[in-house]
């Protein structure tokens, strides 16, 4: 079988948990025997092709606006006509298209569009090869894919919403499976009508377990991190407030700012607030830092990999119940509400996170993601159940 991935970013870029878990399928169904291209973006303006770890990546420009993917921040007219272009790049889609010819694959698997836009689908029909899409985010529903903005998370039958959402709904039409990374996102997308002819499910995402060695007797204060970008929607506000209040516990931040002005006032509260920023560092080194976690995550997080990662780690998890990590905690007891979070209750919590508990399989192995997809993948190329177009 050969299958062709699509998704804005791919190794070495990394946004978010997105690109690890597309790198994680691709480099498994590798193994699998499965010929695997991935279409990605880069910031060339040429085709750029190479291959790591037994994939096949065609790096394509994008031919928008500007690149979106970094710190950079641009005017609101800018980004306006960046989005407005991106509800059906033709460019974007003619260059995919032409690849897709040559390539000639048995099955596309979208994930994130942004950049390439919805009109992917539409080429995809065309050229009568079946689709499986994966729901990361709410691209789907709003420009930019959290639908949280000003502090809270915006109401999906809001009129901006609605609009975008009749469009690409409409689009979606053309894909054959539906799958999101959890139950929460794919019931959330079934529910406004995406590809209401297609086959629905969820294959929660790819997490290894991290390998952490450090102990939480070494320690006079108990150490308790963040990571993650730190922005509001992520919490780092809220975070940073219960870090002023329990002055008796030492508190790290992992992560960086984005180009929000808000942002980088957080930034500077949590300096003021005794807070240490780590910046950017690997998730395992982040873990062997800290003795818990605390993620007062805001938005609706569709998964959740930093919970599922710091949960693997036997780090007692605190956050808010919101979007799939709910789902999340009921694999894991140490993963708590975050309202019942205090000192006295987190050392009862690291005592209880025992060596029996450390005896179950890892839900989230990547082998039973692997497994979950080569039968959707297999079902769809067999039954080929093409929305008419």
């Known amino acids: 079988m050969k299958v062709a991935i699509i998704n804005t970013l791919y190794y070495p870029y990394r946004l978010g948990g997105a690109e690890v878990s597309v790198q994680v399928l691709a480099e498994s169904l590798v193994k699998r025997n499965v010929e695997v291209i ?3 973006l880069h910031e060339g303006n040429t085709l750029k092709i190479d291959t790591f770890n037994g994939v096949k990546i065609y790096y394509l420009p994008l031919l928008n606006c500007y690149w979106p993917y970094n710190s950079n921040e641009h005017s609101k007219i800018h980004r306006l006509q960046w989005h407005i272009k991106d509800l059906y ?4 889609v003619k260059l995919v298209s032409s690849i897709l010819q040559d390539l000639r694959p048995d099955i596309v698997h979208t994930n994130n ?12 029909r065309k050229m009568n090869i079946p689709t499986v899409h994966t729901t990361r985010d709410y691209y789907l529903f709003h420009p930019n894919s959290t639908l949280f903005k000003n502090g809270k998370n915006i109401d999906p039958t809001n009129f901006f919403v609605r609009l975008n959402v009749f469009y690409k709904k409409y689009m979606s039409k053309d894909v054959n ?8 996102i794919s019931d959330f997308h079934y529910k406004f009508g995406f590809a209401n002819k297609g086959l629905h499910g969820y294959v929660y995402n790819p997490v290894m377990e991290p390998k952490v060695t450090n102990s939480n007797t070494d320690r006079d204060k108990i150490t308790i991190g963040y990571i993650g970008r730190l922005t509001s929607d992520k919490g780092f506000d809220d975070y940073i407030n219960i870090a002023q ?26 300096k003021k607030s005794s807070v240490e920023i780590l910046g950017y560092i690997p998730v395992e080194e982040f873990l062997n830092k800290v003795d818990a976690v605390l993620l007062p995550i805001k938005w609706n997080e569709p998964f959740g990999r ?15 119940y919101v979007g799939g990590i709910t789902e999340i905690s009921s694999f894991f007891p140490w993963v708590k ?8 209750e987190l050392k009862c919590t690291i005592s209880s996170v025992t060596q029996t508990l450390r005896d179950k399989q890892n839900p989230f192995c990547s082998e039973i993601h692997v497994d979950n997809y080569l039968k959707i993948y297999n079902e769809v190329v067999k039954n080929n159940k093409m929305v008419k177009a």
């Open 337 to 344: 509400d975050i309202h019942s979070f205090d000192e006295q």
């Open 113 to 124: 569009l942004s950049g390439f836009s919805v009109g992917v689908w539409r080429v995809l």
């Open 38 to 40: 991935v279409l990605t």
């Open 306 to 320: 930093v919970v599922v990662e710091s949960a693997l780690a036997y780090k007692p998890v605190y956050t808010n």
């Open 89 to 92: 790049n033709k460019q974007m």
């Open 177 to 184: 499976a539906f799958i999101g990374i959890s139950k929460y």
């Open 245 to 270: 209040k329990y002055q008796h516990c030492k508190f790290l931040a992992a992560g960086k700012p984005d180009a929000s002005e808000e942002s980088r006032d957080l930034l500077k509260k949590a």
